[in-house]
């Protein structure tokens, strides 16, 4: 199904964000050592190498996210027809939800393309993300999955509900690379079975960054690369956390006892 071992993506639309899912290599791992970079903001990544609509290996939207494809991809292209953007720029092959937000002449519109439709209204106990990373995950059950990024757009703002939700999905595939963007910071996150190597771009990220233990308090924390590094800090909500701080070159390192939450500021562009 997956013919080479060159990078695989996947783009996914949900609720009323637009969620891009991508496959990017990875650098390997050495030893424990896991490497992060942000390499798929930079604009200047060669269009073989950048995440793209038409060659996506999979185009997923989640429930209402087929609204906001269906209303703003003709506004990128105002000089094509309306009808023909949507019918050739971006067509969703899955639309998989519990169907409360998409419009009906939406619905009706690509599924007239041939495009799938899963209903889960049945499943009230996982959000459209979730849904959407499950689907992912089962897609291509044999694909080495470190060399799978799904990044989330517009996953940040908005209700708050929506935000704790899609930090959830974080923690419940934390096997998984999964960066939430907004327009202004990204959050993934550090799983404690590894140290983290976060390779810093500062043409586009920081300096203010952040730190904070998910799921459980951390006894012992350590940084490097930050104006406030960490020394076998202890974190937890209630306590101690590490927010408005700052990156001090190209590379910052973490151990912890704990899984932690990265974030860092994106500069506009």
């Given at each position: 199904?997956?013919?080479?071992?060159r990078?695989?993506k996947i783009?996914i639309?949900s609720?009323s964000?637009?969620f891009?899912?991508?496959?990017?290599?990875?650098?390997?791992l050495?030893?424990?050592l896991?490497h992060?970079?942000?390499?798929?903001l930079?604009?200047t990544?060669p269009s073989?190498?950048?995440?793209?609509?038409?060659?996506?290996?999979?185009?997923?939207?989640?429930?209402g996210?087929?609204?906001?494809v269906y209303?703003e991809m003709?506004r990128?292209?105002?000089?094509?027809?309306?009808?023909?953007?949507r019918?050739?720029?971006?067509?969703?092959?899955?639309i998989?939800?519990d169907?409360?937000?998409i419009?009906?002449?939406?619905?009706?519109?690509?599924?007239s393309?041939g495009?799938e439709i899963i209903?889960?209204?049945?499943?009230?106990?996982?959000?459209?993300?979730?849904?959407?990373?499950?689907?992912?995950?089962?897609?291509?059950?044999?694909?080495?999955?470190?060399?799978?990024?799904i990044?989330?757009?517009?996953a940040?703002g908005?209700?708050?509900?929506?935000?704790?939700?899609?930090?959830?999905v974080?923690?419940r595939?934390s096997?998984l690379?999964i960066?939430?963007?907004?327009?202004?910071?990204?959050i993934h996150l550090?799983?404690?079975?590894h140290?983290h190597?976060?390779?810093?771009l500062?043409?586009?990220?920081?300096?203010?960054?952040?730190?904070?233990?998910?799921?459980?308090?951390?006894s012992?924390?350590?940084?490097?690369g930050l104006?406030?590094?960490?020394?076998e800090?202890?974190m937890?909500?209630?306590?101690l956390?590490?927010t408005?701080?700052i990156v001090?070159?190209?590379?910052v390192?973490?151990r912890?006892?704990?899984d932690?939450?990265?974030t860092i500021?994106?500069?506009?562009?």
């Open positions: 199904m997956l013919p080479s071992q990078k695989r783009t639309s609720l964000f637009l891009g899912f991508s496959f990017f290599p990875r650098r390997p050495a030893m424990d896991m992060h970079s942000s390499t798929f930079l604009p990544i073989d190498h950048r995440p793209s609509l038409t060659a996506a290996q999979l185009r997923l939207c989640a429930d996210g087929a609204n906001r209303d003709p990128l292209f105002p000089q094509e027809d309306a009808s023909d953007v019918r050739s720029r971006y067509k969703p092959d899955v998989k939800g169907m409360d937000s419009r009906t002449e939406v619905l009706d519109f690509y599924t393309l495009t209903d889960k209204s049945h499943d009230q106990d996982t959000t459209d993300l979730h849904k959407c990373v499950t689907y992912i995950r089962d897609f291509a059950p044999d694909l080495d999955k470190s060399n799978l990024c990044l989330v757009a517009g940040l908005g209700r708050f509900d929506h935000e704790m939700g899609n930090l959830n974080l923690c595939f096997s690379r960066v939430l963007l907004s327009d202004d910071s990204l550090l799983p404690r079975t140290h190597e976060i390779h810093i500062s043409s586009i990220e920081g300096p203010h960054c952040g730190l904070m233990p998910i799921g459980m308090p951390s012992s924390s350590t940084t490097t104006q406030w590094d960490l020394n800090t202890e937890r909500f209630g306590g956390i590490s408005s701080n001090t070159g190209e590379k390192t973490v912890s006892d704990s932690l939450l990265w500021s994106i500069k506009k562009l």
